[in-house]
């Protein structure tokens, strides 16, 4: 079977053929994955809420998952937390969480917020230096704890992962000031 410009064959789900994306090469729309990822960028505790978040993540999401949802991987309030992502947000749970270059962190949603991960940060973020702190406002067991006031102050403290840790650390290792910057976590979905 022939494929034409921007066709997907038959049987090939997952494959666009065109001469943009090469011939047989993933379709990084297509791609089941939910990916995960940080921002380049560090940021204050005052942001923005939650469009603030979404936005520095939509900011630099990598090229190939740019038409997709993307969502701060954080939570900024009551009914906004980490937990409650997959109802606000129509994120699928039963979809393995990876990183743009492939390291599975995660099965599904439930294993990515039940308190350890499987690769640290560090390991499976390329742009994330070893020792490294970044926002969650999460406490340990993925529930909502302090959040710079939803992000949008400077003054008090916010709960704060750390990228060496793979147990609960890495949701929520140290309270941290919101005059801190830190890099936040992104999904892409």
Known sequence: MVASCGETPKGTSGVRFDAQNGLGNPDP????????????????????GRAGVDTACADEVPAEYA???????????????ILDMPVNYSISTSRPVKTPSGVELATNWADLVDGSIAVNLTTALENMPPGSYYWTGTLNNGAIGSTCDGWTNTVGGAEAGYSDAVDNGWLNSVGAACNASRKILCVAF
């Open 67 to 81: 038409s997709r949802n993307i969502r701060a991987f954080i939570s900024v309030g009551t009914g906004d937390g």
């Open 29 to 48: 729309d297509a791609v089941t994955d939910i990916i995960f990822y940080a921002t380049n960028s560090s940021h204050l505790g005052d942001i923005g």
